[in-house]
């Protein structure tokens, strides 16, 4: 089975310039998660949806950064425009959450990593 | 707020011994514990999670984990290190199985041949 997609792996660009990063996460799952990774910070939730919808961005920086996820099998993080302080590894995680209880309130609560996008902004 | 510590930086340790890595956490009620291990430019990957009912978790890769509400610690074992288990190891708490998951700092492993 296929996991978490990323894409880019790899990003080198400007500052100012507009970045986005792309998420498919697992097919079935239906939370989504953007984390950003650096030696100083260590790991931050940015964002997370469930079945879609943005349910918690009190971890995006500013408004120089934004998600959507305008279906089950995709997600964007732009960030608009980009800062040196911006480098980072991005990760995209998704997972099975039955918060309705509909499917029985079985919650795996195991997040499925992507490999990263690392962003480097010069 | 819920937070997650992780004393030690870096630990070093001979192949074959034990290890066991700290983690404490803040948090008002029993949280959702998780144990992480990251290798070198990959993702996280989910060793063991801790929600209710035996204190004592078995994970992936004979690593195991205890629960103790009195010390609000969720330290992770290994009875026997193998050089592959060198890599970043980050504990987790969550308010629930599904809630924001906050990561603790991370400790890095190296297993000395």
């Known amino acids: 089975d296929a996991g978490v997609i990323q894409s880019p792996r790899h990003e080198v660009t400007e500052m100012g310039q507009e970045v986005t990063l792309r998420c498919k996460p697992i097919s079935g799952h239906n939370s989504l998660f953007w984390y950003r990774q650096t030696m100083m910070r260590g790991l931050e939730l940015l964002i997370y949806f469930n079945n879609n919808v943005p349910i918690d961005d009190s971890g995006m920086p500013e408004d120089r950064f934004s998600a959507k996820m305008p279906n089950a099998s995709f997600s964007t993080l732009k960030i608009q425009p980009s800062e040196p302080r911006d480098s980072a590894v991005y990760f995209c995680?998704?997972?099975?959450?039955?918060?309705?209880?509909?499917?029985?309130?079985?919650?795996?609560?195991?997040?499925?990593f992507g490999e990263g996008s690392r962003l480097t902004v010069l | 707020a819920q937070s997650v510590t992780q004393p030690d930086i870096h630990i070093t340790v001979s192949e074959g011994a034990s290890l066991e890595l700290r983690c404490n956490y803040s948090?008002?009620?029993?949280?959702?514990l998780f144990w992480y291990v990251q290798s070198p430019g990959q993702g996280l990957q989910l060793l063991l999670k801790?929600?209710?009912?035996?204190?004592l978790v078995q994970g992936i890769k004979g690593f195991e984990a205890e629960f103790k509400r009195s010390q609000s610690s969720f330290n992770l074992r290994k009875p026997s290190v193998h050089w592959s288990d060198a890599a970043e190891y980050f504990c987790a708490v969550g308010r629930t199985s599904y809630d924001k998951v906050i990561f603790g700092p991370g400790t890095s492993l190296s297993v000395i041949p």
């Open positions: 995680a998704s997972s099975i959450d039955d918060i309705l209880g509909l499917a029985g309130g079985q919650n795996t609560g195991e997040l499925f």
């Open positions: 948090y008002g009620a029993t949280p959702y």
């Open positions: 801790y929600f209710s009912g035996d204190t």
